[in-house]
């Protein structure tokens, strides 16, 4: 089975520094993995996503993420936060079994971005 | 205008009443899903439906049930067998394509409180 292991649940930085969630898989496949942002009250919202193409990935609003197999790793970055990316975010696994779209996803973590 | 719709955002309910969510969607996507959050627990699938007239269970499908009678609509009954209902509920569809991930595309989410 496939699981993600968010490794902090909250993360607070400054305005202008960078960013870094940490993100952890297991599977059994070579993986598909996501990043997917919430705002508060909102729904969710797909950032990035990693389907065994090019390891660093670019997303929206200036995310990326590198995939690291020998580190089992999916660490989302962003060289220089804006207050508007404190939200919720969500590291998640495509589950191969029982039909190829289900998601698995993360326990998320609360970035807080400070001035 | 395309997108997920559900309604209401915000739903209170007395125990042992059941409770129906209603997710619509224009996309003309084939598969809808539906998750139930919880802080610190990120989201658990529901149910599933990949085509019309057909669903299947997700990892906490107890105490719940929905229908699929038209593509564009996946409603959610709380029942009053779910023993602790209250809790942010998000639908979700996306196209169905084999191996190819098929991104899922996320409503605003109902707020559903037991009183």
């Known amino acids: 089975a496939q699981s993600v292991t968010q490794l902090d649940s909250h993360v607070s930085v400054s305005e202008g520094t960078p960013v870094l969630l940490r993100c952890n898989y297991s599977s059994s496949y070579s993986p598909s993995l996501f990043w997917y942002v919430q705002h508060p009250n909102k729904g969710l919202q797909l950032l990035l996503k990693?389907?065994?193409?090019?390891?660093l990935v670019k997303g929206i609003n200036g995310f990326e993420a590198e995939f690291k197999k020998s580190e089992t790793s999916f660490h989302l970055t962003k060289p220089s936060a804006h207050m508007s990316d404190a939200a919720e975010y969500f590291c998640?696994?495509?589950?191969?079994?029982?039909?190829?779209?289900?998601?698995?996803f993360g326990t998320g973590t609360q970035l807080k971005v400070e001035l | 205008d395309g997108g997920i719709t559900q309604s209401p955002k915000y739903l209170f309910r007395k125990e042992g009443q059941n409770v129906t969510l209603s997710c619509e969607q224009n996309l003309n996507h084939d598969a809808m899903y539906w998750y139930r959050q919880d802080p610190g627990q990120g989201l658990r699938l529901i149910y599933y439906s990949q085509i019309v007239n057909d669903f299947q269970k997700g990892d906490i499908a107890e105490g719940y049930s929905v229908s699929r009678e038209k593509k564009e609509s996946f409603p959610l009954t709380v029942t009053s067998a779910q023993k602790n209902p209250t809790a942010f509920y998000l639908c979700?569809?996306?196209?169905?394509?084999?191996?190819?991930?098929?991104?899922?595309?996320f409503g605003p989410g109902t707020r559903l409180t037991v009183l």
């Open positions: 990693y389907t065994s193409a090019a390891t």
């Open positions: 979700a569809s996306s196209r169905t394509g084999g191996e190819i991930f098929n991104e899922q595309f």
């Open positions: 998640v696994v495509r589950d191969f079994t029982g039909g190829g779209n289900k998601l698995t």
